[in-house]
């Protein structure tokens, strides 16, 4: 019952963003407890996944905090400001504890996550070292591998089979092997692999029977990040992008999503360089100062770079991260400030930086009567610092919609764009890339599931 409001609700989204809640809902009610272990399943145990893993083994054991994640650090205020509730996040709504997770991976490569994670050089070797044994014990599956995606790398951990549909049951039996052995009552998958190369929406995307005989017949429009997405949805098992790969934007994954009540969402981490931008962006449009170009360069040097560093895979990180200027500025609303704005992205490979990336921008503005000014940005980032408590936070909250009789089959969670670069939306909706419209959207959601008034800051009641 639940899930028919929702169908209904979802038509007016505008209306549901602006207006308190109304429907007090499920009031939490409709939310299943967390009992039991979740599983997290991660295609992809290089610099991110590793940094992840290991951060949350770190944290479960008292080594480190949890800085970053909004399910672990985040409060959330409800009610009138005068009324001082500001619960955790954790708190508020029912989520998976850390002590609940277990992981498993695929790589192509045979590397368990403590070699795995020495190589990336991201964490130092002595927080790697406390945690050897449980890292080790972390061994990856074998990969669903196709070199003509990613033409960078190649390795010998790669299933082979008599075509995709084949592999896809292959990854199917490595999820209910997973889930059985490890005794997890739900699943989440998390894509964090190497970025393939762009593909455009095709014929063999479009239905769930179309996608099915792509699979037989070993349509090269199908990547391997799909055939895992397809094995994970099938399971019935959320799944999260944090590629710019095409992988579950496409509508027979939508089908399924909603078929299978496997939640999906976004694609690409929103870490270091679009996060500012996302930040800066709506500062100008707010302030109605012109933008008349935004020129991004990084440097480089973990695999990611390398990757990246071949046109195919740039191409499709490129396009993700190019769209998010356009529709936080409107220019077609804002021709005068907006019109003519030239957009530039590069990513260079530079060995000596390792995962230490650092990103330059260089923001043409104009003000008042046209006059012109320069803002610089040089952020010396860490990538997967950035990105590790965004898979955690990704992991509890699509368990969250899994558990939550309201959200589970939509499809897509369109209020955790929060987390990425290109947001998943309904269809002829535009994405949300302002951060803050995005934060306000998830912290509403989570208002929304708990039957708690929705946050809209007019506040004209404090001067009654
Ligand atoms: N770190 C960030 O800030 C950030 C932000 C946005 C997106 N991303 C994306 O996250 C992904 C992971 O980044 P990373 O720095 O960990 O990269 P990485 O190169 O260290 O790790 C990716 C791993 O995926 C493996 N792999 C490639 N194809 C595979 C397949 N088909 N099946 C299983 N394993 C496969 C590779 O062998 C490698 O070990 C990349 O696609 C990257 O673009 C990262």
Same mark, same amino acid.
């Given at each position: ?109 045979? /590397?368990?996550? %403590? ?11 002595? $927080? ?37 549909? /084949? ?6 039996? /490595? ?25 455009? !929406? ?60 496997? !939640?999906?969402?976004?694609? /690409? ?5 679009? $996060? ?57 609303? %804002? ?130």
């Amino acid at each position: 019952m639940a899930i028919k409001q929702k169908r209904v609700t979802t038509k007016k989204t505008a209306t549901v963003e602006l207006t308190k809640s109304a429907s007090g809902n499920s009031g939490g009610s409709g939310i299943e407890p967390a009992k039991g272990k979740l599983g997290v399943m991660i295609p992809g145990m290089g610099a991110v996944a590793t940094t992840f893993v290991a951060g949350v083994e770190a944290i479960r054991k008292g080594l480190a905090k949890p800085i970053g994640s909004l399910t672990q650090m985040g409060t959330i205020r409800l009610g009138k400001r005068t009324e001082g509730r500001s619960p955790k996040v954790k708190e508020f709504v029912p989520l998976a504890g850390l002590n609940d997770l277990v992981f498993t991976g695929w790589d192509i490569f045979e /590397d368990n996550m %403590y070699e795995a994670a020495s190589k990336a050089g991201v964490l130092d070797r002595y $927080l790697l070292d406390e945690i050897k044994p449980f890292l080790s014990s972390i061994k990856p599956r074998k990969a669903v591998f196709d070199h003509n995606y990613v033409k960078r790398i190649d390795g010998p951990n790669v299933k082979k089979g008599k075509n995709k549909m /084949d592999l896809a049951e292959q990854l199917r039996d /490595d999820i209910r092997q997973f889930k059985k052995s490890s005794g997890a009552s739900r699943l989440v998958t998390v894509w964090c692999a190497s970025t393939e190369t762009f593909i455009e !929406p095709s014929a063999a995307h479009q239905s769930i029977k179309a996608f099915e005989n792509g699979l037989a017949k070993n349509d090269e429009n199908i990547a391997p990040s799909m055939i895992y997405a397809y094995a994970s949805l099938m399971e019935g098992v959320p799944f999260a992008n944090g590629a710019p790969n095409l992988t579950v934007d496409i509508p027979a994954m939508l089908e399924l999503s909603k078929q299978n009540e496997a !939640p999906i969402c976004g694609k /690409d981490f929103k870490t270091g360089q679009t $996060l500012m931008k996302t930040v800066l962006a709506p500062a100008f449009k707010a302030r109605l100062l012109g933008l008349s170009g935004w020129y991004s360069t990084n440097i480089l040097g973990n695999r990611d770079g390398e990757v990246l560093d071949d046109p195919g895979s740039f191409k499709t990180k490129e396009e993700s991260k190019l769209g998010v200027l356009e529709h936080i500025l409107q220019p077609a609303i %804002y021709p005068e400030l907006y019109g003519n704005i030239f957009h530039k992205v590069r990513i260079n490979y530079y060995p000596p930086r390792g995962d230490n990336k650092e990103g330059w921008d260089n923001i043409d503005i104009f003000g008042w009567l046209g006059y012109p000014m320069q803002i610089k940005v040089d952020f010396l980032c860490r990538d997967s610092i950035l990105a590790a408590p965004i898979v955690l936070d990704l992991v509890l909250f699509l368990d969250l919609a899994k558990r939550s009789a309201e959200l589970r089959g939509l499809g897509i969670q369109e209020w955790m764009s929060f987390y990425f670069k290109s947001p998943m939306t309904a269809p002829g909706l535009y994405p949300e890339h302002d951060l803050f419209i995005q934060s306000m959207k998830l912290k509403n959601t989570l208002r929304h599931l708990k039957g708690e008034e929705l946050i809209t800051h007019l506040g004209l009641e404090y001067y009654d």
